[in-house]
């Protein structure tokens, strides 16, 4: 194992009866890095999540917490490590601050309840009960009970599921925070913005295996350039242009249909001039238009296999 790999994957397969949900999974989080799992619905995250907190075995692989084995010598590796699971189980008629109490009566090296109540943006709710909280302040005391101690490496399971958007600033603003202590994050999510936010690394899984992984810029590094407008309503989709060698694909979106053209390995600017030029031919406005590179939501795209891509691999 290389000193600075705090988490280590090689090799991970894992199995329910025949199914196998993660396959020859391997990836590494070096210290004080937030590496991020993305992933399609069933894809595995949570499996390897699961399997990186000592949970269960690995069916075959090898994983390494701080150099050991997170199942086989879970007491050695459990005291440095914070979960935040996906359902946290609080009880209702706690109080915040009991709720905190209570964690760091079992917790050793526990840090002072204000303090951590202060980390989690929830200072004000200490005297309310658990079952008042809304959804996301709940999330917000799972993660205060998942950092009483100051963990070396946190792992978070989709930690800001069901926050609305100003929330879902204020953990990531605790996450950084956390990072910049020197914590190692594992986080899974189902948000690309959170991903794009917080991580040094990512990958994105899809049936049980990682397709790519890489820094944000390396993950969209050759995924091209794109150009979209708002398709005239005059223009039928079937009279749309090819331009620089591409076809264009159509989506729908709440302004109407959208044509994209995907330019992988093709000059933008040529592009934009073929059909700058089929506009001006036609008298069309095309509204909206505009060049950016590939997102994020692109990729993921692209690895979940959706349709709308297939357009572009026709076009290669
Ligand atoms: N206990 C289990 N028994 C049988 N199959 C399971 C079990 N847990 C998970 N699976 C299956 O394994 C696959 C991976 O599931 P997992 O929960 O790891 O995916 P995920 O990426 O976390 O999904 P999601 O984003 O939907 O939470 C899925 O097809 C799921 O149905």
């Known amino acids: 194992m290389n000193a600075d790999n705090v988490i280590e994957v090689a090799g991970l397969h894992q199995r329910y009866g025949e199914f196998e949900a993660v396959r020859d999974v391997s990836f590494e989080v070096r210290e004080g890095e937030l590496f991020a799992l993305l992933g399609t619905n069933g894809a595995g995250k949570t499996t390897t999540m ?47 601050a009991e709720t905190v109490d209570l964690w760091r009566d079992i917790v050793p090296g526990s840090r002072p309840r204000d303090e951590v109540l202060e980390q989690v943006d929830l200072a004000d709710k200490a005297g309310v009960r658990t079952r008042q909280l809304s959804g996301g302040q709940k999330r917000r005391l799972d993660l205060a009970l998942a950092v009483v101690a100051r963990p070396r490496v946190l792992f978070l399971d ?33 948000y690309l913005e959170e991903a794009e936010q917080l991580a040094d690394r990512l990958a994105i899984m899809h049936r049980g295996e990682i397709r790519v992984a890489g820094t944000v810029a390396e993950v969209l590094a050759g995924h091209g350039d794109r150009i979209d407008f708002r398709i005239p309503p005059q223009v039928a989709v079937a009279d749309l242009p090819r331009v620089g060698g591409a076809a264009p694909r159509v989506s729908a979106t709440s302004a109407g249909p959208v044509a994209t053209y995907v330019l992988t390995g ?22 909206g238009l505009r060049v950016r590179s590939a997102s994020l939501e692109d990729v993921f795209l692209q690895v979940a296999g959706h349709p709308a891509v297939e357009t572009e691999e026709a076009n290669r």
Do not use: K, N, Y
């Open 50 to 96: 699961e399997t990186v907190e000592g949970f269960r075995p690995a069916h075959s692989g090898t994983v390494r917490v701080l150099g050991r084995d997170p199942h086989r010598e879970r007491r050695a590796v459990r005291p440095h490590v914070g979960i935040m699971l996906q359902e946290g189980g609080l009880f209702p008629d706690l109080t915040v």
């Open 158 to 190: 989709e930690p800001t599921t069901g926050m609305d958007p100003e929330a879902r600033r204020t953990t990531w603003r605790t996450v950084r925070g956390l990072v910049a202590d020197g914590a190692t994050v594992l986080l899974t999510t189902h």
């Open 266 to 287: 093709r000059s933008v600017q040529a592009a934009l001039r073929e059909l700058l030029d089929w506009a001006d031919a036609g008298r069309l406005e095309l509204a």
